[in-house]
């Protein structure tokens, strides 16, 4: 087995003897299912109550997209005014990291009183939490831009527009594409933290509902699905990175 397929397997390697040991620790010591499920009893429950889970995992997975897509709208936006310009990455820059501080989680009732209980604070929250890294990295992408490869431009006749237009954006791509899995993740959790207690639909609404009916099993097999939708999109992003940057990618590549 070469290296590159060393580093496909090494994945589910790690999550088998993961579930292994978790099996065994959990049937060895005789571990109530109310209190820490084992994998057996979480795929059980999984197989038991599919079209529950099926149903909340719909609403949780389409109202995450959603705030992600305004998450990479507005990040974009925001990053390439602040990356082309000094003064708005002075001004705006700090005022961002001061607000990213927050705990999202605090401004789920605010957003109920705002919102009602629903998708929207649900969508927003998703939002919230996941337009911080890939406005940052747009912006980090377009600020450090060489001056000297700046300079050689202008003096071949470039504006500062085409500069950040031709030069600017195609390099901070890669910068870009590694927001959107960090970000993705996130809205993910956003999303669950607010059906938690602003929804009636939803992974987090399950968990609650699972974790009231002393269901743990059923809790933990939302947990597992939040986290497989998190990683198939974190997959799809990465696939794509490797296919429009691959230019970025040589050194990686080669091994």
């Known amino acids: 087995m ?39 009893r979480i795929w059980q429950q999984m197989v038991e109550y599919r079209d529950v889970i099926a149903g ?49 989680a605090a401004f789920v009732p605010i957003l109920v009183v705002w919102f009602g209980i629903g998708v929207g604070p649900a969508i927003l929250t998703a939002f919230l939490i996941s337009f911080f890294p890939i406005m940052v990295n747009i912006a980090t992408g377009l600020a450090t831009l060489e001056p000297e490869l700046e300079d050689v431009l202008r003096v071949l ?21 590694g927001s959107l899995k960090v970000a993705i993740t996130l809205a993910f959790v956003g999303t669950t933290v607010s059906e938690m207690t602003a929804a009636n639909e939803g992974i987090g609404y399950l968990l609650i ?15 597992v699905v939040v986290g497989a939708m998190a990683m198939i999109m974190y997959e799809l992003f990465s696939m794509i990175e490797k296919h429009t940057t691959g230019w970025a990618h040589r050194g990686s590549q080669n091994h």
Not at 5 to 33: D, H, R
Not at 209 to 223: E, N, P, T
């Open 2 to 40: 070469n290296q590159k397929q060393l580093e496909t397997w090494a994945p589910w390697g790690l999550l088998i003897a993961t579930l292994v040991i978790w099996q065994g620790m959990c049937s060895l010591f005789n571990v109530s299912e109310f209190v820490f499920p084992s994998p057996l």
């Open 56 to 104: 909340h995992a719909w609403r949780t997975f389409w109202v995450t997209m959603v705030g992600f897509g305004i998450a990479i709208v507005v990040g974009v936006l925001l990053g390439f005014v602040i990356g082309s310009s000094r003064l708005a990455y002075a001004a705006v820059y700090p005022l961002m990291t001061g607000f990213n501080a927050l705990p999202k």
């Open 157 to 177: 006749g470039a504006k500062r527009w085409d500069v950040l237009i031709k030069v600017g954006l195609p390099r901070s791509m890669p910068y870009f594409y």
């Open 209 to 223: 509902s699972a974790g009231s009916a002393m269901q743990m099993g059923l809790a933990f097999a939302g947990l």
